[in-house]
């Protein structure tokens, strides 16, 4: 909801109006005018359904270069306005452009302005940097990374990105089994949707996603949901969804260069680029990254130095949407990379590789018509993984993945409701290949998909607070079993200024991944065709307040999930197999706290996750014991600060031990660990071209620590960087 309020004042002179903020609307109490000189018009800009600010959304005066932006308030001033009949005109990231009805400006009464600004449909709808912003319409909290703080981090991957948001934990790489997952809030991994542009990438159920796949530089923002959201995005959202906006706006960013050189001959190169092609905004990035085939870990490690574990590759990303994004936009992606297999791999298999290619293309159409807007999106993706292991245990195998999937449809506005129905069908493809052993392939497996989804809320103004409920359900089923029907009710309240609360209910569910149910067996593994899919009932209340500059926000969360697949190690054939928990109760708390003084030259941010998730089996010996891999404490530190052209980042994670076995040996646990990192950058100019030079140090105090068994983390390493936006 946007609500602007025009004051008008006369140049030099006493403030001609006396302003009164109301109940709905707004009233607004002229006491005088007098003015046909230039006048000042100020307003507050905020979402439609939460009536929360909106920072960093432009403003203007159509047909004219008087312009502003909102600031954390959602405030803007719009200043040396002409006398006149003016449209003011806003736009930001993730809503539709709006424009409001013809405002006069005159000597004489104005009534106040009320202006509502929609959220985009087609991805998960975002938010402002600093407010929480629902997808599918439900009144949830959303947290939010942008293009803009991307770069002042000077993040190198999307993974390392997503690394860097509040209550999120990345867990492994695509050199160490399992691939990269993402835990939020302390949530078992693989239990997290990863989206692009609001569409499902493939892995989603069926395993991990490979992040590395998507370049950085093509990434507008980064948003993560937490919570059970099977009503956004499925089966693969028992515990969030993390959304990738990469999609062109009408605010072109200038290319940009950058190139990265560090320790163990590894480097990065990256080229981007927003550009207008016939009224239309198109996108583009290529990324290459290599790194030498000796690699150094902290001192302590029993291999302190591993050979063989080059990496080599690139991607590349490209996309075209109207400069409304109203009809067609087209995307895709490329990435193919051959990766050396450090950590425990190379004690039995020194020289093993993975040779990995992945693309991906998709279309998306909106329409808009009065209060109706249909859409519809289809996307196609194909994976493959080839690893290669040449001496000791011998290995030639490939994974080959396809997904493709068509959604349709229809967001309505009617009465002060808006809703949103969708229906998606999905079909997953899975072939296992052993070129040595072909009578250990596990062949080739599908499964088709369905969903069926429908929310509404229901928006309540009155003396400036904001109150919203969501209610919905999702169904979704597949050619192998029965549909499953996951409710979902949202409940938030806000006020204009200090307090905002929220909470909700749902149940949520996992499918069994395709790989899990027919691994092939060997010596290390071997799936389990009886499977059970995942169910779960949570609940959360969160509570947000805003002081000012500081703002501080805590979420409580509650989860029941019934047939946790769990992936363990059998004592009689020493081969791991996955099972399905009986009972895990899970429940925990995130706390987060930000603070931007000196007029933002000055930010401070800390989270921390508190989880506690126990097996509720009754079986003997694991009953009772805490889930493995769900750290009790996580801690994330952030500190930055600009002075004059310099600016500089310390970010730090404290991350508490992890139990590794079911039944929690002591012998088996991943010790805690704390790991710091520091980025400093300079300007060399602020002009076209914008040149800077940066220098970064990961892992200061060179922490040894452990993401999975027997894969240490690398030790402390530096790199240089230069960078041109031109």
């Known amino acids: 909801m946007l609500f602007a309020t025009l004051v008008i004042t006369r140049r030099g002179r006493f403030l001609p109006w006396l302003c009164a903020l109301g109940i709905g609307a707004g009233m607004i109490i002229p006491i005088a005018a007098h003015a046909q000189t230039n006048q000042v018009i100020t ?74 600004l929609t959220p985009n449909p087609i991805p998960l709808p975002p938010h402002s940097a600093t407010s929480e912003r629902p997808p599918m319409n439900s009144p949830r909290g959303v947290r939010r990374l942008t293009r803009e703080q991307l770069q002042r981090a000077g993040h190198r991957t999307l993974p390392e990105a997503i690394d860097d948001i509040p209550g999120v934990q990345i867990h492994g790489s695509p050199e160490t089994p399992g691939g990269t997952r993402v835990s939020i ?189 249909p859409m519809a999106a289809a996307w196609f993706e194909s994976a493959r993984d080839h690893y290669i292991s040449p001496v000791s245990y011998r290995s030639d195998a490939e994974l080959v993945e396809r997904f493709a999937g068509l959604r349709t449809g229809l967001d309505a506005r009617v009465i002060g409701f808006t809703s949103r129905t969708e229906t998606e069908l999905r079909g997953r493809w899975t072939e296992g290949i052993d070129h040595l052993r072909p009578q250990s392939s596990f062949g080739v497996h599908n499964r088709t998909e369905w969903t069926v989804r429908h929310s509404a809320t229901g928006r309540l103004d009155s003396h400036g607070h904001t109150l919203a409920l969501t209610v919905g359900g999702a169904i979704d089923g597949d050619d192998s079993s029965a549909p499953v029907y996951s409710p979902r009710v949202d409940l938030a309240w806000s006020t204009p200024t200090v307090v905002s609360l929220r909470g909700g209910w749902g149940r949520a569910f996992r499918r069994p991944p395709l790989t899990s149910l027919f691994w092939k067996a060997d010596a290390f593994a071997v799936g389990n065709p009886n499977l059970k899919p995942e169910r779960s009932r949570d609940w959360d209340l969160g509570v947000e307040v805003r002081l000012g500059p500081l703002r501080a926000n805590s979420r409580y969360f509650d989860r029941e999930i019934e047939g946790m697949i769990l992936w363990q190690r059998a004592t009689a054939t020493g081969q791991y197999t996955p099972l399905n928990l009986d009972r895990v109760e899970s429940y925990g708390r995130e706390d987060q706290a930000s603070l931007a003084a000196f007029r933002e030259h000055l930010r401070v941010s800390w989270s921390h996750v508190w989880n506690a998730s126990y097996d509720e089996t009754g079986v003997v010996n694991y009953d009772g014991q805490v889930i493995p891999l769900t750290p009790r404490h996580t801690h994330d530190l952030s500190l930055e600060g600009e002075v004059w052209r310099i600016s500089t980042r310390l970010s730090g994670q404290w991350v508490s031990e992890r139990q590794i076995r079911r039944d929690n040996d002591p012998g088996k646990t991943l010790r805690p660990y704390r790991l710091f990192n520091l980025y400093l950058r300079a300007a060399l100019s602020r002009q076209s071209p914008d040149l800077s030079v940066a220098a970064r140090i990961n892992n200061l105090t060179n922490e040894r620590y452990d993401l999975l068994e027997r894969y240490p983390g690398p030790g402390r390493t530096w790199a240089l960087e230069a960078a041109i936006g031109f």
């Not at 909106?54 to 312009?67: F, H, K, N, P, Q």
């Not at 993390?242 to 560090?262: D, E």
């Open 185 to 373: 809030g302390g949530v078992s991994p693989e239990r997290v949707a990863i989206l692009i542009d609001g569409l499902p990438l493939c892995g989603n159920g069926d395993g991990s996603v490979n992040l590395d796949a998507v370049p950085l530089a093509a990434v507008s923002a980064i948003e993560v949901t937490p919570g059970a959201n099977s009503l956004v995005a499925g089966d693969a959202a028992m515990g969030g969804v993390v959304n990738i906006i990469t999609r062109p706006t009408q605010s072109r960013q200038p290319r940009r260069g950058r190139i990265i050189a560090g320790q163990h001959d590894h480097y990065d190169a990256s080229l981007s680029g927003d550009e207008s092609l016939l009224g239309a905004g198109a996108r583009w990035a290529v990324e290459k990254r290599q790194r030498g085939n000796t690699f150094e870990y902290p001192h302590g490690d029993s291999a302190a130095t591993r050979h063989g574990v080059g990496m080599d590759d690139w991607r590349f990303f490209g996309a075209i949407s109207p400069a409304r994004m109203e009809w067609l936009s087209l995307s895709a992606f490329h990435y193919q990379a051959d990766l050396g297999q450090p950590g425990a791999l190379q004690q039995p298999t020194p020289g093993a590789t993975n040779a990995t290619r992945n693309t991906r293309v998709q279309a998306r159409w909106q329409g808009r018509t009065g209060a109706y807007r």
């Open 43 to 116: 307003g507050i800009v905020q979402d439609e359904l939460t009536g929360l600010p909106l920072e960093s959304a432009r403003v203007r005066l159509l047909g004219t270069d008087i312009s502003s932006s909102t600031d954390g308030g959602g405030r803007f001033l719009l200043s040396e306005v002409p006398p006149g009949v003016w449209r003011v005109g806003v736009e930001r990231l993730g809503y539709l452009a709006f424009e409001s009805e013809h405002v006069t400006i005159s000597e004489g009464f104005r009534p106040g302005l009320t202006l509502r």
